[in-house]
């Protein structure tokens, strides 16, 4: 197997008390050898199986097990320099307990702390006895790894260390070391997750930004309703992020769960209707529109005033189209107005992307493909490919929806600026 070239890289290597913790010995070494930049993370189990000596010696850094280390009083934001210097954060061997604790948050120790303040992808790599690997709660907690948007390397069958042979086995460092290789060619070139203050050089103070988030939930009776799986973090994350730089903003958010963000207009609606209703009053004063909304595309016709009982039979229901907001903005655009929209495409994903840029009048259409692991509605991770009315495009690697707020506003205010696409 050829050595890949991770020159430049920052990786985290969390290990947990696993037996197969030894093995990460040898995935230091295979990612120091192919140029990437260490460093160890290490629960206090994990030491029971390989000291903090031997992956300190071979990553050539200090390894860290406590969120407050003794004798370093004051220094307790470690975790936060750390999830901000990775590119990308592997938990190699993760046990049930540690998997456990990264799906619901956990935040006791150096690991799991580090793990909430990354701003970079995770991969974690399971490696417990057959029988718990199949346990219902361990599948439903790496599942809900997958959703938060982390990648989950699957157990390998084989022998495992209680003399059962089954699904268990943590990956070889080789194919730990290949995924990683894999998980930065499908991105450009090193990411910079190390930026301390995203747009300082692109602040946003006096302009009017106007974002759409949620879905939108069209009634069929007074308890039913037709809507999707968006959960709006993406739009909500641009809102937060133009806010931040300054700028007056209006999020007009279809229902969704999250907390209203301060310092903002805020406008709830429910239909598409409402929700055309609230954009077009507010469309001319926006500098800047961000359509994250998925708005429904079909409303039932005939929305019944009171409980509709099931009758024998099937049912037939009649939908009408809703207004399209985002193109009804782009036919009135101010030519000063930069207008940015979202693409949500299964497939032929740029064609699609480029018609709708072209429909509907923007400058930029953000696509994603939400059967991609880790992009789409439900995790708190995108993955998307820039598209600009000049015909430039830009993939972007799989990054926290809050990083990718901030990624998008720089590449598009700065665009703006330099005169380009528009
Ligand atoms: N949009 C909108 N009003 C609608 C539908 C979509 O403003 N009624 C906006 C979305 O917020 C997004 C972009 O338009 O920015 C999505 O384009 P669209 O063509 O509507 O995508 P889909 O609804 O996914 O369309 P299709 O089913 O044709 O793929």
Redesign the pocket.
């Given at each position: 197997m050829s050595t890949p070239d991770l020159s430049g890289r920052h990786l985290l290597l969390g290990v947990t008390g696993s037996i197969a913790a030894y093995k990460a010995a040898s995935l230091v070494r295979l990612f120091t050898t192919a140029g990437a930049e260490v460093r160890v993370l290490m629960t206090e189990s994990a030491s029971e199986f390989v000291t903090p000596l031997t992956l300190g010696t071979l990553s050539g850094g200090e390894v860290l097990t406590d969120v407050f280390p003794e004798n370093e009083e004051g220094n307790w934001t470690k975790h936060v320099t750390l999830g901000a210097w990775a590119d990308l954060f592997v938990v190699a061997p993760a046990t049930a307990q540690t998997v456990a604790k990264l799906a619901h948050g956990f935040c006791d120790s150096m690991l799991t702390a580090t793990a909430l303040s990354a701003r970079c992808p995770l991969l974690v790599c399971p490696a417990m006895d057959r029988e718990m690997y199949r346990h219902p709660t361990v599948r439903d907690n790496l599942e809900r790894l997958s959703e938060i948007g982390y990648e989950v390397m699957p157990a390998e069958r084989g022998e495992l260390a209680s003399g059962l042979v089954g699904q268990g086995r943590m990956p070889e460092p080789e194919a730990i070391r290949s995924r990683v290789a894999e998980q930065f060619s499908e991105s450009s070139s090193p990411t910079q997750h190390s930026d301390p203050s995203p747009g300082e050089d692109t602040p946003l103070s006096g302009a009017a930004v106007l974002v759409?988030a949620g879905p939108t939930r069209e009634p069929l009776d007074p308890v039913r309703v037709f809507t999707n799986r968006s959960t709006g973090t993406m739009g909500y994350a641009i809102a937060e992020a133009a806010a931040a730089r300054g700028a007056a903003v209006t999020l007009v958010s279809g229902p969704t769960a999250l907390d209203a963000p301060a310092e903002m207009e805020m406008v709830q609606v429910g239909t598409?209707a409402e929700m055309n209703e609230a954009v077009q009053a507010r469309r001319d004063d926006a500098d800047y529109v961000f359509?994250?909304?998925a708005?429904a595309?079909y409303t039932p016709t005939d929305p019944s005033a009171s409980k509709r009982k099931k009758e024998d039979g099937d049912l037939v229901l009649h939908l009408r189209r809703?207004?399209?907001?985002?193109k009804m903005v782009g036919d009135h655009r101010r030519p000063d107005q930069v207008l940015v929209?979202?693409?949500?495409?299964t497939e032929d994903g740029l064609d699609?992307a480029r018609r709708?840029l072209e429909d509907?009048h923007l400058d930029w259409i953000v696509l994603n493909n939400p059967t991609e692991t880790g992009a789409g509605f439900g995790p708190a991770t995108n993955r998307v490919t820039l598209l600009a009315r000049d015909g430039a495009m830009e993939e972007l690697p799989l990054m926290q929806k809050t990083e990718l707020a901030n990624t998008l506003l720089d590449r598009v205010i700065r665009a703006s600026r330099s005169g380009s696409p528009a």
């Amino acid at each position: 197997m050829s050595t890949p070239d991770l020159s430049g890289r920052h990786l985290l290597l969390g290990v947990t008390g696993s037996i197969a913790a030894y093995k990460a010995a040898s995935l230091v070494r295979l990612f120091t050898t192919a140029g990437a930049e260490v460093r160890v993370l290490m629960t206090e189990s994990a030491s029971e199986f390989v000291t903090p000596l031997t992956l300190g010696t071979l990553s050539g850094g200090e390894v860290l097990t406590d969120v407050f280390p003794e004798n370093e009083e004051g220094n307790w934001t470690k975790h936060v320099t750390l999830g901000a210097w990775a590119d990308l954060f592997v938990v190699a061997p993760a046990t049930a307990q540690t998997v456990a604790k990264l799906a619901h948050g956990f935040c006791d120790s150096m690991l799991t702390a580090t793990a909430l303040s990354a701003r970079c992808p995770l991969l974690v790599c399971p490696a417990m006895d057959r029988e718990m690997y199949r346990h219902p709660t361990v599948r439903d907690n790496l599942e809900r790894l997958s959703e938060i948007g982390y990648e989950v390397m699957p157990a390998e069958r084989g022998e495992l260390a209680s003399g059962l042979v089954g699904q268990g086995r943590m990956p070889e460092p080789e194919a730990i070391r290949s995924r990683v290789a894999e998980q930065f060619s499908e991105s450009s070139s090193p990411t910079q997750h190390s930026d301390p203050s995203p747009g300082e050089d692109t602040p946003l103070s006096g302009a009017a930004v106007l974002v759409t988030a949620g879905p939108t939930r069209e009634p069929l009776d007074p308890v039913r309703v037709f809507t999707n799986r968006s959960t709006g973090t993406m739009g909500y994350a641009i809102a937060e992020a133009a806010a931040a730089r300054g700028a007056a903003v209006t999020l007009v958010s279809g229902p969704t769960a999250l907390d209203a963000p301060a310092e903002m207009e805020m406008v709830q609606v429910g239909t598409a209707a409402e929700m055309n209703e609230a954009v077009q009053a507010r469309r001319d004063d926006a500098d800047y529109v961000f359509a994250a909304a998925a708005v429904a595309d079909y409303t039932p016709t005939d929305p019944s005033a009171s409980k509709r009982k099931k009758e024998d039979g099937d049912l037939v229901l009649h939908l009408r189209r809703t207004p399209d907001i985002l193109k009804m903005v782009g036919d009135h655009r101010r030519p000063d107005q930069v207008l940015v929209g979202f693409a949500l495409e299964t497939e032929d994903g740029l064609d699609n992307a480029r018609r709708k840029l072209e429909d509907k009048h923007l400058d930029w259409i953000v696509l994603n493909n939400p059967t991609e692991t880790g992009a789409g509605f439900g995790p708190a991770t995108n993955r998307v490919t820039l598209l600009a009315r000049d015909g430039a495009m830009e993939e972007l690697p799989l990054m926290q929806k809050t990083e990718l707020a901030n990624t998008l506003l720089d590449r598009v205010i700065r665009a703006s600026r330099s005169g380009s696409p528009a």
